[in-house]
C-alpha cells in the first residue's frame, strides 16, 4: 500500500464559492434562512424545506436566477406578479415542472426578486404560492450542520420561527 504525502495535510484548499444573488438572503433574514451546496448551485432553506436555489453556473446561462419552489398550480397568479418567471429548461427536458426559475439575465431580475412585492417579500409574508416550512415540494433537510452549510444569523427555536411568521 502506497504512503500518504504528510504534506498534503497541509495544502491550501480553495475559498469557498460566493452566494449568488445574496440580496435575496438579506430579504429573508426575519426567516431566518441557511443554505447548503447542491450540484454546483446553492439551495435556500427555511426551517427543514427548500424554498429556492440560487444558481449562477452557466451551461445553460438561460437558466441562472433564483429557482423558485412551487407547484404548477401557482405559476399564473406568480407570474402575474413576476411576468419573467418561467420553467426551467435544464429539467424535464424544458417541460413544466413545479420549479420555476427568475432568470438572471432579466432587466427586473434583482427588483423581482428582492422587493418587498416581489420573491422574497411573497415568502416572507408566507403566501402559500411558494412553499414554505410545514409544505412540501418532496424535498426536506436535516438542518444546517456540518461545513457544507451556510447559516445566515442564529436559528431560532421552531416555536420562534413560527411567531416570526405569523404562524
Given at each position: 500500500m502506497?504512503?500518504?504525502d504528510?504534506n498534503?495535510?497541509?495544502?491550501?484548499?480553495k475559498?469557498?464559492?460566493?452566494?449568488p444573488f445574496?440580496?435575496?438572503?438579506?430579504?429573508?433574514?426575519?426567516?431566518?434562512?441557511w443554505t447548503?451546496p447542491?450540484?454546483?448551485?446553492h439551495?435556500?432553506?427555511v426551517?427543514?424545506?427548500i424554498v429556492f436555489?440560487?444558481?449562477d453556473?452557466?451551461?445553460?446561462k438561460?437558466?441562472?436566477?433564483?429557482?423558485i419552489?412551487t407547484?404548477?398550480?401557482?405559476?399564473e397568479?406568480?407570474?402575474?406578479?413576476m411576468?419573467t418567471m418561467r420553467?426551467?429548461s435544464?429539467?424535464?427536458g424544458g417541460?413544466?415542472?413545479g420549479?420555476?426559475?427568475?432568470?438572471?439575465?432579466?432587466e427586473d431580475?434583482?427588483g423581482?426578486?428582492?422587493?418587498?412585492?416581489?420573491?422574497a417579500g411573497?415568502?416572507?409574508?408566507r403566501r402559500?404560492?411558494?412553499?414554505a416550512p410545514g409544505e412540501?415540494?418532496?424535498a426536506?433537510?436535516p438542518g444546517?450542520?456540518?461545513?457544507?452549510?451556510?447559516?445566515?444569523?442564529?436559528r431560532?427555536?421552531k416555536a420562534?420561527?413560527?411567531?416570526?411568521?405569523?404562524?
Open positions: 502506497p504512503r500518504r504528510a498534503a495535510l497541509f495544502v491550501v484548499r475559498p469557498p464559492k460566493r452566494l445574496d440580496f435575496v438572503l438579506e430579504e429573508l433574514a426575519v426567516l431566518d434562512p447548503r447542491m450540484f454546483g448551485c439551495a435556500v432553506y426551517e427543514d424545506k436555489v440560487l444558481r453556473k452557466g451551461g445553460p438561460c437558466d441562472d436566477g433564483v429557482w419552489a407547484t404548477v398550480e401557482h405559476h397568479t406568480l407570474r402575474a406578479e411576468p420553467s426551467i435544464v429539467l424535464a417541460g413544466v415542472t420549479w420555476q426559475v427568475l432568470p438572471a439575465d432579466a431580475f434583482e423581482v426578486s428582492a422587493t418587498e412585492d416581489g420573491l411573497t415568502l416572507v409574508r402559500r404560492r411558494i412553499l412540501s415540494c418532496g426536506t433537510a444546517p450542520t456540518g461545513s457544507s452549510s451556510t447559516v445566515i444569523g442564529e431560532p427555536r420562534a420561527t413560527a411567531i416570526a411568521m405569523g404562524a
